[in-house]
């Protein structure tokens, strides 16, 4: 079998489970193991093994059967219809639903992802990957389609805009996850396209701080935020996934106190007192707090150094000593947010949330709060700080010196000028560029670069290990000896693909966020910021496709009906935007001296009204713009609307077809004649009903209520009412 | 029959339609009567005619069977349902459904009221009481429940907290829409307890304008409304009317321009494009700067007025001409409010809304402006116009001195004083407790009173009339002389409760409202405002009972799941008042003379920004209130889960049923063995199959699959991995 046509094919493969058994002993192993093949053929897989890499075994599964696989999808479609993500029941011919809406990629290999994962109680084998029970089981994914993979990369990199049916495509292969992230960036890319104009037309003509372009750039980012939220509704029900996220999965992990049994349900219920869990969320104010403090101190500590350095160090190596702060924060601040992201994480499983989608809210929300801090702090210290009270602080930077002691040539030079410290009004034009630009560069470079170039150490790594292996005499370590030939390639792929990382794509998601929070907060300093953010996504929308067809596991297509609590932090930094630019505006709006030519003129009540008063005109504009916004024709709404109300006059047809019709009023008037006034005699003989028979016998029928009206109506006028007072 | 009896009884009558034909020729008016009772016929309705007052009969409607009555709750419940209001399907078989779950007496009403009005097509009558082809139908109402009336209104008034049971009962009889204006009413009794309280000490320890009675009546004012929403929410689902407002009736007033056949569902729509919408509610900004300066000048001029008189003024009659401005507002008040509010309503029809509810919402909004101009406006004049500017105003009042010149003596009597005028601090004062005290105490007075009077007085004169008819010899135009002797007693009590007045819950409602403005925005002035409150609605609520009994016709039954705009408008006061608290606390703290002892030391930047940073506090802490109250328990919506839940696991479990379930793996393992072996060198020979066929067929069955992973896993440590290699 070629090469090429093992990277063609993937043997009908649906999912591979790495098995590694390095820490286990092999009696337990083999047990294990014998337990894992069995309940995955207890769902209805097939299995076959492989060798693995060093000490683990490659398990492949497939669907035995489509009646199997039908089986599966139909219920889940059936679970979606009851959750409200479908208007209408599927139909109840298998066979026929899946012609009437066949099945996609992505929820094929969702359905039997969750075939493996789910708990047996639901129907699933109940393997957790990496947890309990199952550790051994290190990781289960599906293989790339390369054929896809291949076009996919080429037909992105030689178009310059995404369309939906791009996007569509992405959704059937990836799931609807991924899908919302490349939506996002996409839209988030098409509406830079005004901003990096406007950006570079006001950078020309208006020069830095233009109250203009703040105020532009504000109602911009709004008008994104609350267009993206629209956008949202529209994608959902484009992919039929309207409501997913309302669809709770419980966690795992959760642990209750206490078993309530419902007393209408009958079932019982784990319950964990939401006052334990609200005291327990009590423990973020610390959290915030001390993330807040020692990611402050460090970035203050660098910006102090560096502020030491380049504005009142004066000795030799100044040009190299200036990088020192960039280093120690290059060191300290990945150790410090892995600590901290580790702590977020304890901290939220503490709080023992429920369900999954809380869960990844509540970590989502502390780990935004770190990411805005080590994003945004050092401008806002350049911005708020530095320049309001530079002349101030700066001669207390002498603590700094010891920093540079080593290299200074005497105490002089570690002492501010004696002709007095001036701020440097560059520095925060110099620093926006470096975040927005450099900083952009060289996240998308470590991106892309850096696991390659892991990938290709490792690669060396085991390939000098081997050699030595062989060298000292021993049996060749690697298990592709024992592949059967025609296997070869393809095992030495899977292998390949078994190494990679997993994608997360909360990571790229969380990137993106970050970079709007820049425009929105700080590019009236320079409004060129969209310009760079415009050419860096481009690429991004690129990179992160290669990525995850070269770096990554293929990743488990989910699904998804928004971007989640990323929406929020989107809202919050706008609204934070509003007030940035606004205060931004005011301090430096003669070109970062103050509006009265100096910064020391600023007062603090001008500047607090500025701000308030700005953040006042955002509320307004927010209020307008989501009003037009809602005003805008969505299809997509339409659609559902219209499928509910399908479904709805059928039901209610179905039901009253069923139900006895009023039958049409029998015609009990009678003529007024002979007969009937003998039949006033009968009925006045039947004085020994209640009153209420006898008030309703006056007139049977509704021809005698007509006829008694008319002569009531006639005898109205000329007072000659003491006619026919009988018939009455 | 006595009089007591006719009193009890109801003679079975759903309900009594006025059929009033003094502007219509006879012959017009009996056909058009024949039509009327055939149309009532039609839908399965016995009817009754009798003589009314002077040209007008009455028609008595009742259901005729209840296999009618029950068809019809059948058809209600299941259009509940499939808007959602229900969580299940109501049963088929209508009498057990019934069983289950017992019409109750507001319901029945309402349906039959439906049946009454719906246009043909949705199965009802299609009667339009004072419309169109129906003009001549005057009223439709049901007749009061004398007994339960009496029992009511003596019952409340020995009880001085209402119960949840109280409300239902309120609910059962009147419907959904009274029962929640009760139930937001005694809510409010309830929740003014605490300010009341916490008024009266900090009136006795505090003093006026003190910012601590200031920061605790907006919190209280914000628990208030944000717990109402819940509240709201829990009734809703207490009397199984979640969502009703979201069932959208169509106005028969409104005018398409468009019609267009729905691609999908084949229906045709009636179409008005929302541009051409938005233009027309563009009249609305005219329309709210219209009625504010016309009403604000009215108050202005009376308020300058009575400044002028009460400050300036020092001649003869000074104390009778000081209510000459309260007889103006009284005079042209009432005057411009009728107009403008007639002017809202031709502004709301001509804005063609296409439901019911979005029609009632824009009209309340329009009548909330201008509800708020007339009641707060002469506080805030006092407060934010008289006191900061008073002495620059003041001396212009001169204008004024026309409405008193008849009765000064000479020129100085209207002057300014040389000495300078002061502002009278106590002005601000005197004017909350004239609104939050007097017009209270008036407002209620009127409600009562003055119905009681005009009936007293319509009847005095339709006394003198046939009085007068009798001298003059004619035949007496009492329409009672026709009435059989044994009905007559009940024919009289109809022929009153149809001269009644219809109950307008609304206008409750914004009373209440209203109030609660005047506690949020001012009540910082005058600490004791609750207190006054907290008496006026114990009357009110008992007030309000004793008016729908006895001065109104019995309410159509009509269902809502919320107080509708009006909490919207609570929001705005809430917010609004944070500002208004915030100012008065600063302007005043000094007891009404500024923060250091003279009004003019007011800077406008101070209180700016007092004002928004107090507005921050309050939307931080109306977030954390809101989080507060989400994370209270729910029992409605706990239950509502609950019956949801039930539902769906029945469907779903009648849908799987149906479907085929994975059959058990079959035990497809073969032990190794010569035969298996045998196979092998049989399966060699299959090299004409597929790659992927081959792949999957090396091991047959799971049990294989374990064999081979167990021998895989021994192999593993050692090196010795080139045994075995043939049974891959």
């Known amino acids: ?31 294990k193991f014998e337990r894992l093949v069995e309940a995955l053929a207890s769902v209805g897989l097939d299995t076959e093994v492989r060798n693995g890499d060093n000490h683990s075994v490659l398990l492949f599964v497939r669907v035995a059967s489509d009646e199997h696989l039908f089986g599966e999808v139909y219920r889940s479609r059936v679970n979606d219809w009851i959750h409200g993500v479908r208007a209408a029941a599927p139909q109840k011919e298998t066979r026929e639903s899946l012609e009437a809406e066949p099945l996609y990629e992505a929820e094929r290999l969702r359905i039997i992802y969750q075939l493996i994962t789910h708990p047996k109680s639901e129907g699933g084998a109940g393997i957790t990957p990496k947890e309990g029970e199952w550790e051994e089981v290190e990781a289960v994914f599906a293989l790339h389609d390369h054929d896809y993979n291949k076009d996919w990369i080429k037909k992105w990199t030689s178009q310059y805009i995404l369309k939906t049916e791009d996007l569509d495509e992405i959704r059937n292969r990836l799931g609807e996850k991924v899908a919302f992230y490349f939506a996002f960036t996409q839209s988030y890319f098409t509406f830079l396209i005004f901003p990096a104009a406007f950006g570079l037309s006001s950078w020309l003509l208006l020069g830095h701080f233009s109250p203009i372009y703040g105020f532009v750039s504000a109602i911009w980012c709004t008008v994104f935020t609350e267009w993206w939220k629209h956008q949202e509704v529209e994608l959902g029900v484009r992919w039929g996934v309207r409501g997913v996220s309302k669809m709770e999965t419980k966690r795992r992990d959760f642990k209750h106190e206490k078993e309530i049994t419902d007393p209408i349900t009958g079932e019982k219920v784990l319950m964990f007192p939401s006052t334990k869990r609200l005291q327990r969320q009590l423990l973020q104010v610390p959290f915030a707090i001390g993330a807040a403090v020692m990611l ?29 702060p960039t280093g120690i924060a290059t060191v300290f601040m990945p150790i ?41 702090l050092p401008i ?18 002498d603590v700094f010196s010891l920093t540079v002691k080593p290299f200074a040539e005497d ?35 470590m991106e892309l670069i850096v696991p390659y170039l892991k990938r290709q150490g490792f690669a060396k790594y085991k390939e000098m290990q081997s050699e030595r292996a062989a060298k000292n005499g021993g049996a060749p370590a690697s298990p592709t000896t024992s592949d059967p030939p025609e296997d070869a390639a393809f095992l030495q792929r899977v292998r390949k693909e078994a190494e990679l990382g997993v994608y997360d794509v909360t990571t790229d998601l969380r990137e993106m966020v970050l970079q709007f929070g820049y425009l929105s907060l700080f590019s009236v300093v320079w409004p060129l910021t969209a310009v760079s953010f415009i050419i860096n996504d481009w690429l991004e929308l690129r990179a992160d496709a290669i990525k995850i067809c070269v770096e990554m596991q293929r990743p488990i297509p989910w699904r998804a009906d928004t971007i989640g ?38 007062t603090g009540w001008a500047l607090l009204l500025t701000v308030l008063l700005s953040e006042h005109i955002f509320f307004l504009a927010r209020w307008g713009i989501r009003v037009g916004i809602s005003k805008l024709a969505s299809p997509g709404l339409e659609k559902e609307r219209r499928e509910r109300y399908l479904v709805r006059k059928q039901y209610f047809e179905e039901n009253l077809s069923q139900m006895q019709r009023i039958p049409k009023m029998a015609d009990k008037g009678v003529e007024i004649s002979r007969e009937s006034l003998e039949e006033d005699a009968r009925r006045s003989s039947l004085k020994t009903s209640s009153p209420e028979e006898r008030f309703w016998e006056r007139q049977r029928g509704w021809r005698e209520t007509v ?14 009412s003491t006619e026919g007072k009988k018939d009455l």
């Open 1 to 31: 079998m070629a090469k090429s046509q093992a990277l063609e094919s993937n043997m009908d493969v649906d999912y591979v489970l790495t098995y590694r058994f390095a820490k286990t002993d092999k009696a337990t192993a083999a047990a």
């Open 296 to 324: 402050g101190a460090l970035i203050a500590t660098c910006f102090g150094i560096e502020v030491f350095i380049s504005e009142v160090y004066n000795g030799p190596f100044k040009s190299i000593l200036v990088f020192l």
């Open 336 to 376: 410090l947010t892995s600590i901290f992201t580790d702590f977020a994480t304890r901290l939220t499983k503490y709080e023992n949330y429920e369900t999954h989608g809380a869960y990844e809210t509540a970590l989502t929300q502390k780990i935004f709060v770190m990411n805005t801090i080590t994003s945004y």
């Open 380 to 397: 806002f210290l350049t911005a708020f700080v530095y320049v309001p009270f530079g002349t101030v602080i700066v001669p207390y930077l």
């Open 411 to 445: 105490e002089k030079q570690m002492q501010t000028s004696h002709a007095g410290f001036s701020i440097n009004p560059g520095r925060l034009r110099k620093q926006v560029i470096y975040f927005t630009v450099t900083a952009q560069i060289v996240n998308l470079g």
């Open 565 to 602: 609590p990323w929406l929020d932090s989107l809202s919050f930094l706008t609204w934070l935007g509003s007030l940035t630019t606004s205060a931004l505006v005011y301090m430096f709006s003669n070109d970062g001296l103050g509006p009265s030519g100096h910064p020391k003129n600023l």
């Open 707 to 720: 006829q008694v009206g008319r002569s009531l109506i006639e005898r109205a006028e000329g007072g000659n």
